[in-house]
């Protein structure tokens, strides 16, 4: 297997910088999900997490987005963005289930499901913007 060497000034970028500035949480099921109900359960516990980062973080973006991985590999995307940001498990719940109940999943089996809270109306203080120098040695 290759090595790849990691520059210095991002080894440690997990622990300063909130990821991407989003709250972010996907699962990969192991078998995949034909059921709604199991997938509104899972959707459930993706969202819980998600809310529980962003009050940790303090971040409260305006923006949810819900990306549906299929069986065969194929992915979507579905978000709503709102006028101010989300402050509410509740608020997230009812736009989440919202996105999810607009896709069509009839005779689709689920692989993943992933739920972020983006676009925050305020700069995030925690996060880092990387650089990469391409320049050739």
Known sequence: AGA?????EI???????????DALTEITF????DSFV???????????EVWA????????GKSVVLKV???????????????TAIESGETLQTVSNELLDS???????VR????????????CSECIQLCFNFEEN
């Open 4 to 8: 790849y060497a990691v520059p210095e």
């Open 11 to 21: 080894k440690h970028i997990a622990d300063k910088a909130f990821y991407n500035c």
């Open 30 to 33: 192991v078998d995949d999900i």
């Open 38 to 48: 199991e997938l509104k359960e899972e959707l459930s516990a993706v969202r819980n």
């Open 53 to 60: 980062r962003a009050k940790r973080h303090e971040f409260y």
């Open 69 to 83: 991985k299929f069986s065969d590999f194929r992915q979507i995307t579905r978000s709503k963005t709102l006028p």
């Open 103 to 109: 896709i069509d999943l009839s005779n689709q089996k």
């Open 112 to 123: 993943l499901i992933g739920l972020t809270i983006g676009n925050t109306p305020e700069p």
